[in-house]
């Protein structure tokens, strides 16, 4: 089985800025990918919002992300599908390359596999994604100054964004399909007093097109056509661009069901990226987070990347002190408990001091390896390990205890 120390799902901001400080912090690196590299800022035509980057359109973004990964010399491999499973303590990624299966086993993996926005499915959709279809206010708003934009949905998103987009556009249809919105009352009234937002109720689209085909020099001359689910009336509204906020759903796939996650999917994580299962972390717009942006996604990559490093260097260390030798003792102990930490500079200086190797190791910074080793209720505590068995726990709970659990 091929191993690696640092498996990246997904090559996207978030997985290429995690290669990035993964390949820095000297870790063996492989990112996997299904797509482009850059992830769903290829279908973005322009990005103005990236700090040092005053203009780029999403591909060329993606390139250079990309770019800046190989400098590194980091692998990326293309892949049909990755899989996580865990195996005991192995986590292990299964990969599917047309008809050839391969498996990973990773000290760790961050998973990056982002987002994708939920389309109306409508005619002409497809074909406009990026001319005058977007599915991001912050991203694009700024491209339709001064002109007549749509936003097509109802809930929370749909409302707050058409009330973002005012500050652009000279004005804003919201299209729904039922009598009233369904985002919160506050944000109702918010968007009904502003008089650039009118609402266009019990009303789907239809087709999105071309208002004057001839024109190709002006992507902001689009016409949607419209039906009313009550009367079945079609009508057309011509506007500049329009945006879909009919929901967004995660790519989670990989780790579904493996780790826990809100409603809708949505990964959980704390502030270092740590998913609820230990080494795998999630980054990017795949993660339950306020804001999905490509700044944001690229931040996260940076921390999994630096959490995971950190993981799987003390991985490393547990595993070379505490499991791997045929017998050892060591003191266990909590850092945020001051008579602990006193007892544990005890223990160093008896160690010191009789010439015995004695790892001091701190059962709340290693939190899982102290659970695993069913130690969590026992600190502090000298521990003699077998081949990584637990043979004998001694708790601890004075001075004078250490000398005789390390005798």
Known sequence: MEKRELVIIGAGPAGMSAAIYGRRAGLDVLVLERGATGGQINITDEIENYPGVAHATGPEIGDMLKNHALKFETEIR???????????????????????????????????????????????EAEHIGQGVSFCAVCDGAFFEDLEVAVVGGGNTAVEEGGYLTKFASKVYIIHRRDEFRADRAAIAQALANPKIEPVYNSVVEKIEDRDPEDDDDMRNLNLVLKNVKTGEVSNLPIAGVFMFVGQEPDDECVRGLVKAEKGGWIITNDRMETSVEGIFAAGDVRSKYLRQVITAASDGAVA??????????????????????????????????????????????????GVKVPVIDGYRNARMTEKLGLTEKLPAVVTLKKGVVDKVATISAESDIASALA
Do not use: W
């Open 78 to 124: 293309m892949v049909d599908n990755s899989t996580v499973e865990l195996r005991g303590d192995k986590k292990v990624v299964i990969t599917k390359k047309g008809a050839d299966t391969n498996e990973i086993e990773a000290e760790a993996i961050i998973v990056a596999t982002g987002a994708h926005f939920r389309r109306l499915g409508c005619e002409g």
């Open 305 to 354: 990347a630096m959490a995971a490093s950190s993981y799987i260097n003390e991985q490393l260390h547990l595993r070379s002190t505490l499991l791997e030798p045929e017998e050892v003792k060591a003191f266990f102990y909590s850092s945020i408990e001051q008579a602990q930490v006193k007892l544990s500079n005890s223990a160093e200086n008896f160690a010191k001091a009789n």
